[in-house]
């Protein structure tokens, strides 16, 4: 802090400060806003980031994100004793059945049981009835009779309903995620009748008080199984795609995992202890209350009835989401919203930054835009749910990227930059103020220069985070504006597909992978292999109104399912469903950063940006 007063102390000319405006909302686009779909909690640990992020380019330690662990303590050690416990014999990831996998409202399905009855959630029982027959758990997971009971998923179900059972008697305020998991979408409220008081309709967002910790503990034991064993946990419609790849990823790749995970999280509060606690006021909301309207205009609860109603998500999402909950509920939101709360507080340095709060029917405009921005994840985000997630033991995910992207960068500079750990409703904060203060200045015929420098000095002198980020941009540009200038144009390009067919090949090799992607083409095509983009050629350039819109940009984050590199099938997972696409579809053809064709590129007419890339780890 001292030092970026020092240096600033004087008149700043007015380029060099738009230059840094600019830069960073491109990078904030390119590398991070990533959707609607980035550790480290103070400047020092910053600046160590920066400085060990030296050495040969794809070297892993350059773009590992710095996870804190947290050990845990008092009840959660608790907690994870009887989970353990229940879990004893679950060895290895699991598999799954090819049959369950399908978009699934399991929301919905749940509460087609009648919780309110306090029904008993003992294996044999009604409960079950659904799961066992069209999710084959009796044939598969019979502890006697079932074909495949010996595997992991099989036993990580009954393990989850033991741990679930034991937990509810021991711990009788309940999981800490039950706020989280009280809802009215499905025929049946989600908990027992009695314990929870009436819903304030009267109130937006709706709250109802918990009177009984275990309201809920039933249908969170049937959320959870339900969306891994159909791997379709879906952010709905909010922006929280880059958060809940992970859980795409661990439903698919190990389920018993993600089942034991899960449990986990909803009643502990977090899913591992290699991340930072999450913000407690994520433990106080209600998602599940919020009325949404489905696909036949009917609204859940049926009471309600609205308008006005504003996705979080990008275009893309929000097309998806229509007829889904503005924000995912259960194990979907305890996931998406822990890991990205425990994020923001890490690399933000504090949970009193503006909250991840709950979007709402008739919600004013301004409320929607702001989450939007704070579910985005940058590049450093995905490292981090990467690390945190998917290989909690070694944190060795790393980022890869096309190198030509770096300019006149060096490589360790470049990724410094472009997997800077942005903590996005900062970055737009900082971006919004450069430009809004310069035009301001200029029209009232002020000093622009002194004016920016005003508003930044004011602005960093609360916020550690933006003066240690501008502080970065000084240093590796050697303190010479007029270098720094060329950011502007070289971030503006990281946000269009460059990905190549060397990267694309070790991508595959990889246990698990991440997308950066444009999401335009998921929203309609893709849907079946034999409509896989990209068999009709490259998807761009397409006529978008008027226009030729020439190339793609990156605006979210996927899993990557698999590759099937001889069939030329590559099966991306994303909104808790599949697209497909082939090699040209991907990669397209090699373009300028315009979509001008260029053999050269680097940028390209498909729709990858960058990957991250992991193995699985079990804590
Ligand atoms: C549920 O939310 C209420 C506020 O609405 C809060 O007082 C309570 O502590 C929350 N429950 C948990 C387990 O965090």
């Known amino acids: 802090m001292a030092a970026f007063h020092g240096s600033f102390g004087f008149a700043v000319p007015f380029s060099f400060l738009l230059?840094?405006?600019?830069?960073?909302l491109s990078a904030a686009q390119a590398t991070g806003p990533s959707s609607t779909c980035d550790e480290v909690d103070d400047a020092a640990s910053l600046m160590h980031l920066r400085q060990t992020n030296g050495g040969s380019f794809g070297a892993k330690a350059s773009e590992k994100a710095q996870v804190l662990s947290q050990p845990p303590g008092g009840d959660e050690a608790a907690i994870l004793q009887v989970i353990d416990e229940a879990f004893e014999d679950v060895k290895g990831p699991g598999s799954f059945l090819q049959s369950n996998v399908h978009e699934d409202d399991s929301w919905q399905i749940c509460g087609g049981i009648n919780w309110p009855s306090n029904p008993s959630i003992a294996p044999g029982t009604t409960i079950y009835r659904d799961m066992e027959e069209f999710l084959g758990i009796t044939q598969y997971c019979d502890p006697n009779t079932g074909s495949a009971r010996d595997d992991a998923t099989c036993k990580a179900i009954y393990a989850a309903q033991r741990a679930i059972f034991?937990?509810?008697?021991?711990?009788?305020?309940?999981?800490?995620?039950?706020?989280?998991?009280?809802?009215?979408w499905g025929n049946h409220p989600s908990y027992i009748d009695g314990s929870v008081g009436p819903v304030a309709k009267d109130s937006m967002p709706p709250v109802a008080p918990?009177?009984?910790?275990?309201?809920?503990?039933?249908?969170?034991?049937?959320?959870i199984v339900r969306t891994v064993l159909t791997q379709s946990a879906d952010q709905a419609g909010s922006g929280v795609c880059g958060w809940v790849a992970p859980l795409g990823a661990l439903s698919r790749r190990a389920p018993a995992q993600a089942i034991r995970m899960l449990v986990r999280l909803m009643w502990s509060g977090r899913a591992s202890s290699q991340m930072s606690q999450p913000c407690p006021y994520i433990y106080d909301q209600q998602p599940g209350l919020v009325p949404y309207e489905d696909n036949q205009n009917r609204w859940h609860p049926s009471w309600f009835s609205g308008s006005d109603v504003h996705c979080s998500g990008n275009a893309a999402d929000c097309q998806v989401a229509i007829g889904s909950p503005l924000q995912p509920a259960g194990a979907t939101f305890a996931f998406t919203q822990s890991l990205l709360s425990s994020f923001r507080a890490s690399v933000g340095g504090s949970c009193d930054l503006h909250p991840?709060?709950?979007?709402?029917?008739?919600?004013?405009?301004?409320?929607?835009?702001?989450?939007?921005?704070?579910?985005?994840?940058?590049?450093y985000g995905s490292l981090y749910a990467c690390n945190t997630m998917i290989d909690p033991v070694n944190q060795a995910c790393k980022l890869v990227v096309n190198t030509e992207l770096r300019g006149s960068l060096s490589s360790a500079d470049f990724m410094t930059l472009f997997a800077y750990p942005s903590e996005p409703l900062q970055m737009k904060q900082f971006s919004t103020v450069c430009k809004d203060t310069a035009a301001r200045a200029e029209a009232n015929g002020e000093n622009i220069g002194q004016a920016v420098s005003e508003a930044i000095k004011q602005l960093a002198a609360s916020s550690t985070w933006i003066a240690t980020y501008f502080k970065t941009i000084m240093d590796i540009y050697g303190g010479d504006m007029q270098k720094a200038l060329t950011l502007i144009s070289l971030s503006d390009t990281w946000g269009t597909p460059s990905f190549?067919?060397?990267?694309?090949a070790s991508v595959c090799k990889a246990d698990v992978a991440f997308f950066s992607i444009d999401a335009e083409p998921m929203q309609?095509?893709?849907?079946?292999?034999?409509?896989?983009?990209?068999r009709a050629g490259p998807y761009y350039p397409r006529p978008d109104g008027k226009e030729v819109k020439k190339v793609g940009k990156c605006d979210h984050a996927v899993f990557l399912e698999s590759c099937d590199q001889e069939s030329d099938l590559y099966t991306i997972w994303t909104w808790g469903s599949r697209r497909y696409f082939t090699k040209l579809g991907?990669?397209?053809?090699?373009?300028?950063d315009a979509g001008d064709p260029n053999p050269a590129g680097p940028f390209n007419t498909g729709v990858l940006c960058s990957a991250t890339l992991g193995s699985l780890s079990v804590p």
């Open 19 to 24: 230059a840094v405006a600019f830069s960073i």
């Open 586 to 592: 991907l990669l397209g053809t090699p373009a300028t």
């Open 210 to 223: 918990i009177l009984n910790g275990n309201a809920a503990s039933g249908w969170i034991l049937c959320d």
């Open 166 to 184: 034991e937990l509810a008697g021991q711990f009788p305020q309940g999981p800490k995620f039950v706020n989280a998991s009280i809802t009215a």
């Open 500 to 504: 190549t067919e060397d990267l694309l």
């Open 356 to 379: 991840a709060q709950l979007n709402y029917p008739g919600a004013p405009k301004s409320l929607p835009e702001s989450i939007t921005t704070v579910q985005g994840q940058g590049n």
């Open 524 to 534: 309609n095509q893709g849907f079946t292999p034999e409509s896989a983009v990209g």
